[in-house]
């Protein structure tokens, strides 16, 4: 039996109040690691009773996907500690900078050092350059939006690493994890979104380097078409097609992925973009 030699570590997941971040989470939580769940509740067109309706019916689309990200933290907290893990989680806007350390003290105040970081969080709001697609759901790219973007997909985490780097030098620790979640390298009428996540992906093969000498790992995990409830019955078969592996994509696939990076069996891997897509992004090469 492989041991991942989680038992007792402490873990950050950023945005896990849903989604990959959530079932990375509980599936941290299930190997005994001890998790800090950070998560935001961002603006939304829908009622609570819309949203409450949309995690009922279970209807991927627009209205689920912003039910889910409107679940609060503790749904996630309530149900780690219902299977005997150990968890605790706090909402924070990383767009704030003043917040990175106040996360990373409250994390070790509830559970103790960082062993793990996880930057799952993100901010999406679908954005063109073409003046002829701005409809209800699609803004033209501004530069409000595009600060708004980098602050939380990129400027954020680069700040979350460096937190990390700097207590985990001061308490002399050896071995570290570092995952950073991105998307692909563009997207057609989502532009600062994917520029933002790529930006990410230079920051993290930056502190690969830097980092590999104190004993810390850093990765990029780019997941596929994952049904995080985004995801519209219509649209479903024709991102099973494009799957080698003949299915869609669900949070628990990708959290395992990210759990076998976190384990001691990942020690000689890092500064690596890992396609978690079932085959699903290998179109883009052709």
């Known amino acids: 039996m492989i041991d991942p030699q989680l038992d007792?570590?402490?873990?950050?997941?950023?945005?896990?109040?849903?989604?990959?971040?959530?079932?990375?989470a509980k599936s941290l939580a299930a190997q005994g690691a001890k998790v800090?769940?950070?998560?935001?509740?961002?603006?939304?067109?829908?009622?609570?009773?819309?949203?409450?309706?949309?995690?009922?019916?279970?209807?991927?689309?627009?209205?689920?996907?912003s039910a889910m990200q409107h679940q609060s933290g503790d749904v996630v907290v309530d149900s780690i500690l219902s299977e005997g893990g150990t968890s605790v989680g706090h909402e924070f806007d990383l767009s704030d900078v003043n917040n990175i350390v106040k996360l990373f003290d409250l994390c070790e105040q509830e559970l103790g050092p960082v062993n793990i970081l996880i930057n799952n969080h993100t901010h999406c709001v679908l954005e063109t350059f073409d003046p002829a697609e701005v409809q209800d759901s699609i803004i033209l790219?501004?530069?409000?939006?595009?600060?708004?973007?980098?602050?939380?997909n990129a400027r954020a985490c680069a700040l979350m690493m460096r937190e990390y780097l700097g207590r985990f030098i001061d308490r002399q620790a050896t071995s570290g994890r570092i995952i950073n979640l991105t998307t692909v390298l563009g997207h057609a009428q989502n532009v600062s979104y994917a520029a933002s996540k790529r930006a990410l992906v230079s920051y993290s093969m930056s502190a690969a380097e830097?980092?590999?000498?104190?004993g810390i790992t850093v990765n990029v995990v780019c997941p596929g078409?994952?049904?995080?409830?985004?995801?519209?019955?219509?649209?479903?078969?024709?991102?099973?097609?494009?799957?080698?592996?003949?299915?869609?994509?669900?949070?628990?696939?990708?959290?395992?992925?990210?759990?076998?990076?976190?384990?001691?069996?990942?020690?000689?891997?890092?500064?690596?973009?890992?396609?978690?897509?079932?085959?699903?992004?290998?179109?883009?090469?052709?």
């Open 210 to 214: 830097e980092m590999g000498k104190y």
């Open 36 to 65: 800090f769940i950070t998560y935001y509740l961002p603006e939304t067109s829908f009622s609570d009773n819309e949203l409450d309706d949309a995690r009922k019916a279970g209807i991927g689309g627009d209205k689920l996907y």
């Open 141 to 152: 790219t501004n530069a409000e939006s595009i600060d708004r973007h980098f602050a939380v």
């Open 225 to 286: 078409a994952t049904q995080t409830g985004w995801i519209p019955p219509e649209n479903e078969e024709w991102i099973i097609q494009k799957t080698p592996l003949g299915r869609l994509g669900y949070p628990d696939d990708v959290a395992d992925v990210i759990t076998f990076i976190t384990s001691e069996q990942s020690r000689w891997l890092t500064g690596q973009l890992i396609y978690a897509s079932g085959g699903f992004l290998s179109f883009l090469s052709e």
């Open 8 to 24: 007792g570590k402490v873990a950050i997941i950023t945005g896990a109040n849903h989604g990959i971040g959530a079932a990375t």
